[in-house]
């Protein structure tokens, strides 16, 4: 079907984390909406290391970046109002995104966490896609509370470009015949998968557009860039083919979750209690993502020097059983902690496969009744929140029932690089 035949949408969440948690923080009574205010959601806050996530657009007037350390952020807005990831309510909002834009169409692509898109080829479009496109855009903002951007094409890349032409809670439109009107003048750095690596090297060649990349010469850039460069010069010109695929899983090496403890932990029940939290939200993760893990790693640093160590461990049977993995992070840390006080704990399963062929061992503690106790509460929390039902020995510690902070593998990536 060539391209003048498809009708493709790319939904965009506006600056999604910080959203993510706006919304779910009115719904419980707070006052102050995160997104009118100088705010951004950031990780690992006790530590100098930690980063911006996502801000919102009150912060972005002092400069403040995504991507650049806390104490940066600080020294730029001191009233800045920081609040930590939450991945398991990110998860919650992802769902209900999906579930809202399917009754559009049957053939939808997760792209990230925040980002899908929709095929609606063939679809019967009252007023056309930027009528539907505009009643969607309204639906999620009503029914969510949160708003998207959505670019409307024939292609996945021009949708995604379009998207990010007007925000937020807007649609846009760029159609081949609009490339050059709309899409040409743009800095080249804002042309998908050009870097900040690759940005340099194409201002070397003189280019500074997309425009610029468009017209160059391509077997200069195929000599420079090699296979690259092609793909480059051909997204610069609007050109992608690829089909939405609604079916495969996103590709994942592996799932991890760490946290800075607010105090320093110099008891063993303590740790186990910190990686309970971390557990209970890679488990929820791996199993919302369809596979089972065959490695679990706990890695600790130590309180004093900041020193850190690690221990893994290989499964005969894989495994999505949160109390599976719990019990197996126990044994490690009991073998690997050397008894001095620890400030931050880790939890990673890794060697991914498919959870629906899973071949069971008689000689391992059958854990099937577990993992459907874990269905039912992934399907509580989808629905009422990431903390509407919780351990009970979480009550009155503390520590958070289930630690949300965002790793660099997590299950829906930030951005992946594959259309």
């Known amino acids: 079907?060539?391209?003048k035949e498809r009708t493709i949408f790319h939904i965009d969440v506006n600056s999604a984390f910080l959203s993510f948690e706006a919304v779910y923080r009115l719904q419980h009574g707070a006052k102050v909406d995160l997104r009118e205010i100088p705010?951004?959601?950031a990780g690992s806050q006790a530590t100098r290391h930690g980063i911006i996530l996502a801000k919102s657009i009150p912060t972005k007037k002092y400069g403040v970046k995504t991507g650049e350390a806390v104490w940066e952020a600080r020294q730029k807005c001191p009233g800045l109002v920081l609040v930590p990831p939450n991945y398991a309510l990110y998860m919650c909002c992802h769902s209900a995104l999906l579930d809202l834009v399917r009754d559009y169409s049957d053939r939808v692509q997760v792209f990230s966490i925040d980002e899908c898109f929709l095929d609606m080829t063939g679809m019967e479009l009252p007023g056309g896609p930027v009528a539907v496109a505009n009643e969607l855009r309204e639906r999620i903002k009503r029914e969510l509370g949160f708003t998207v951007s959505i670019g409307v094409s024939t292609n996945k890349l021009l949708a995604k470009m379009a998207s990010e032409l007007k925000k937020p809670d807007a649609v846009s439109t760029l159609y081949p015949h609009e490339i050059e009107e709309k899409m040409w003048p743009l800095p080249v750095e804002e042309m998908y998968m050009v870097g900040r690596a690759t940005a340099p090297k194409l201002h070397?060649?003189?280019i500074y557009t997309i425009g610029d990349l468009a017209r160059f010469d391509l077997n200069l850039l195929k000599h420079t860039f090699k296979s690259w460069g092609i793909l480059l010069w051909n997204y610069a010109n609007g050109i992608e083919d690829s089909v939405i695929s609604s079916?495969?899983?996103t590709v994942i090496k592996g799932i991890g979750n760490s946290t800075t403890i607010h105090f320093d932990v110099d008891d063993r029940g303590t740790a186990h209690q910190v990686l309970l939290s971390l557990v209970e939200t890679v488990a929820m993760r791996l199993r919302h993502s369809g596979f089972c893990c065959s490695v679990?790693?706990?890695?600790i640093r130590r309180a004093e020097d900041l020193g850190y160590y690690s221990h893994q461990m290989t499964l005969q049977t894989p495994t999505d059983c949160t109390n599976a993995i719990y019990e197996c992070c126990k044994r490690l840390f009991d073998a690997a902690w050397k008894g001095e006080p620890i400030r931050h704990l880790g939890v990673r399963v890794s060697r991914l496969s498919?959870?629906?062929?899973v071949q069971l061992s008689m000689f391992e503690k059958d854990w099937e009744?577990?993992?459907r106790i874990d269905r039912a509460v992934d399907s509580i929390r989808t629905?009422?929140?990431p903390r509407a039902i919780i351990r009970s020995n979480f009550l009155w510690s503390r520590l958070a029932p289930l630690e949300g902070g965002l790793s660099e593998d997590a299950s829906y990536p930030v951005m992946t690089n594959i259309l």
């Open 354 to 357: 498919p959870a629906d062929h």
């Open 39 to 41: 705010s951004a959601v």
């Open 1 to 3: 079907m060539g391209d």
């Open 369 to 371: 009744d577990q993992r």
């Open 247 to 249: 079916s495969g899983r």
């Open 296 to 299: 679990i790693a706990v890695s």
């Open 383 to 385: 629905r009422f929140g």
């Open 204 to 206: 070397r060649l003189g």
